[in-house]
Structures are given as C-alpha cells and as structure tokens.
Nanobody, 122 residues
Framework: QVQLVESGGGLVQAGGSLRLSCGAS????????MGWFRQAPGKEREFVGG????????YYADFVEGRFTISRDNAKNTVYLQMNSLKPEDTAVYYC???????????????WGQGTQVTVSS
C-alpha cells in the first residue's frame, strides 16, 4: 500500500512560483502512476496532471497551459508539481493521488494525500 503526504504549499503573489512535493511511503511507489488534483473553494476537485511510473508519460489538463511541470524521483519516493506563472485562479488545495492499478496512465485515485493549500494573491 502507499501513503501520501503533500508539502510545499503557501502564499505567493501572482506571477510567482511554488514547487509542491508529494512524499510516499510503501514499496509500490516506483511502480504506480501518480496524479495531481486541486480543489478551489466551492468547486469540484479537478485533475491537474499525471505521470507514469518512470516519468516517460506526463500529461496535463488544458488549463495548465505550459505553466506547471510534473516530475518524480523514485529513489526519493517523491513526485513534484512545479508551478510557475501562478494566477489567483490557481488558488486551491492541491492533492496528489496514486493509481495502484496502472503503471503507465493515471486513471483512478486509489490513494489520496491530505492536501496542501496554495494561495495566489493578486
């Protein structure tokens, strides 16, 4: 089983950057696909992007528009979300998730982290 803990959130001005980390425990981390989601106040949780077990497959939601980069370091059991050119509308709680049944394409969230708050001021 995998357990996930996000970190790196905070308050940043519009146009700034943040890097979120998602640390995982469990021996299966290196063999599962991972995803990032976010949930803004009053809105449903939405998919930000996903990454395959080896980092060869990375894909993003349209709203990312090249501003975010997902990566992973399996030796450190960590997946990252680098966010640049942040906008106030990026304000949300950001979650990572693991798809325990797919190594290549993230399709479902079997395990969630607790989330980390990102606030972008204008």
């Amino acid at each position: 089983q995998v357990q996930l803990v996000e970190s790196g959130g905070g308050l940043v001005q519009a146009g700034g950057s943040l890097r979120l980390s998602c640390g995982a425990s469990g021996r299966t981390f290196g063999s599962v696909s991972m995803g990032w989601f976010r949930q803004a106040p009053g809105k449903e949780r939405e998919f930000v992007g996903g990454i395959s077990w080896n980092g060869d497959g990375i894909y993003y939601a349209d709203f990312v528009e090249g501003r975010f980069t997902i990566s992973r370091d399996n030796a450190k059991n960590t997946v990252y979300l680098q966010m640049n050119s942040l906008k106030p509308e990026d304000t949300a709680v950001y979650y990572c998730a693991a798809d325990l049944r797919s190594a290549t394409t993230f399709r479902r969230s079997d395990v969630w982290g607790q989330g980390t708050q990102v606030t972008v001021s204008s």
